[in-house]
């Protein structure tokens, strides 16, 4: 008990100095936006605490403050409750740290804050993990080194946030205001022009306010092996070759029909040409992807 409050006493000094380090930086972008006459942008804003160099490091900062007020009827976050309501000043402020040594190896920390005001919902309503109160706290905190040696391994181990696809698979979405399930994992990546793929096991976190650091979910482990093969291109193709088999086939019937010539149709011509289709779209699908590949990721972000 006595160091749960102890927490909560810390935890509005703490975000205050999140905040007032989003001030402060947004105050020298201001500046140096009055003396450049530059047009102020959320990209603009951020680019003058990024690509700090101190010798073989580079530092970047970034945050962000979100405040976002919800009117519940008939429904609350934990489900539907008709004829009830409920309201939600949601507060989340994150901050990032990354350094990149060499511009390959990079150690990257997050640190959340999160709280609910207005609500009636409190701790006792999510026992287990809170979608919508994190005390400042490491959200994420992993080393990572892509392409080791120009090779296409890479690594990424610690606590991080794991998405693929539309951004829905291992957790919600970043709209929640504890955000998407970060992990305590370890990943090997494997990264080339025609196969990405990650393999990692890991933990996912739960939220709780009077818990620091989180902890990993207990008695569950995961195993992900995540694989992607030129999927988009070899899909396209094959439709396209779906498509053109069928007006073929059609042009054909229309054919013979109307001039009564003998025109046989060949199984054979229909799978050489599809085969060839696909060819074309894997081929089409890898030489940019080669040279996508073989582009360095800092110099390709750089304006």
Same mark, same amino acid.
């Given at each position: 008990?006595?160091?749960?409050?102890?927490?909560?006493?810390? +935890?509005?000094?703490?975000?205050?100095?999140?905040?007032?380090?989003?001030?402060?930086?947004?105050?020298?972008?201001?500046?140096?936006?009055?003396?450049?006459?530059?047009?102020? @942008?959320?990209?603009?804003?951020? @680019?003058?605490?990024?690509?700090?160099?101190? *010798?073989?490091?580079?530092?970047?900062?970034?945050?962000?403050?979100?405040?976002?007020?919800?009117?519940?009827?008939?429904? &609350?976050?934990? *489900?539907?409750?008709?004829?009830?309501?409920?309201?939600?000043?949601?507060? =989340?402020?994150?901050?990032?740290? &990354?350094?990149?040594?060499?511009?390959?190896?990079?150690?990257?920390?997050?640190?959340?804050?999160?709280?609910?005001?207005?609500?009636?919902?409190?701790?006792?309503?999510?026992?287990?993990? +809170?979608?919508?109160?994190?005390?400042?706290?490491?959200?994420?905190?992993?080393?990572?080194?892509?392409?080791?040696?120009?090779?296409?391994?890479?690594?990424?181990?610690? =606590?991080?946030?794991?998405?693929? *696809?539309?951004?829905?698979?291992?957790?919600?979405?970043?709209?929640?205001?504890?955000?998407?399930?970060?992990?305590?994992?370890?990943?090997?990546?494997?990264?080339?022009?025609?196969?990405?793929?990650?393999?990692?096991?890991?933990?996912?976190?739960?939220?709780?306010?009077?818990?620091?650091?989180?902890?990993?979910?207990?008695?569950? /482990?995961?195993?992900?092996?995540?694989?992607?093969?030129?999927?988009? *291109?070899?899909?396209?193709?094959?439709?396209?070759?779906?498509?053109?088999?069928?007006?073929?086939?059609?042009?054909?019937?229309?054919?013979? @029909?109307?001039?009564?010539?003998?025109?046989?149709? @060949?199984?054979?011509?229909?799978?050489?040409? /599809?085969?060839?289709?696909?060819?074309?779209?894997?081929?089409? &699908?890898?030489?940019?992807?080669?040279?996508?590949? &073989?582009?360095?990721?800092?110099?390709?972000?750089?304006?």
């Amino acid at each position: 008990m006595s160091r749960s409050r102890r927490r909560d006493a810390r +935890s509005p000094r703490l975000a205050a100095c999140l905040v007032g380090l989003l001030m402060v930086a947004g105050l020298s972008v201001a500046r140096a936006g009055e003396e450049t006459a530059k047009p102020n @942008s959320q990209d603009d804003f951020w @680019s003058h605490v990024k690509d700090m160099r101190a *010798g073989p490091v580079t530092f970047d900062l970034d945050g962000q403050a979100r405040l976002r007020y919800e009117y519940d009827d008939g429904l &609350s976050i934990k *489900g539907y409750e008709p004829g009830g309501h409920d309201q939600l000043l949601l507060e =989340r402020i994150r901050l990032d740290l &990354s350094a990149r040594f060499w511009d390959r190896p990079r150690l990257f920390l997050q640190l959340q804050d999160a709280h609910p005001f207005l609500t009636k919902l409190g701790r006792a309503d999510f026992p287990t993990s +809170s979608p919508i109160e994190d005390t400042l706290d490491i959200r994420q905190l992993y080393a990572e080194w892509l392409k080791i040696g120009d090779s296409p391994f890479g690594f990424r181990i610690g =606590r991080q946030q794991i998405a693929y *696809g539309d951004q829905r698979v291992f957790g919600p979405g970043n709209w929640g205001n504890t955000g998407r399930f970060a992990w305590d994992a370890a990943m090997c990546k494997l990264d080339t022009a025609w196969l990405v793929t990650d393999l990692w096991v890991g933990k996912y976190l739960t939220y709780q306010t009077d818990v620091w650091p989180d902890r990993p979910v207990e008695n569950f /482990l995961t195993f992900v092996n995540y694989t992607q093969f030129l999927i988009e *291109g070899v899909v396209v193709t094959i439709l396209g070759g779906l498509i053109g088999i069928a007006l073929g086939t059609g042009a054909v019937i229309v054919l013979r @029909s109307a001039t009564e010539m003998p025109v046989a149709l @060949s199984w054979l011509a229909f799978a050489a040409g /599809l085969v060839v289709t696909i060819l074309v779209g894997v081929v089409a &699908s890898l030489l940019p992807a080669r040279r996508a590949a &073989s582009t360095d990721v800092v110099n390709a972000l750089r304006p």
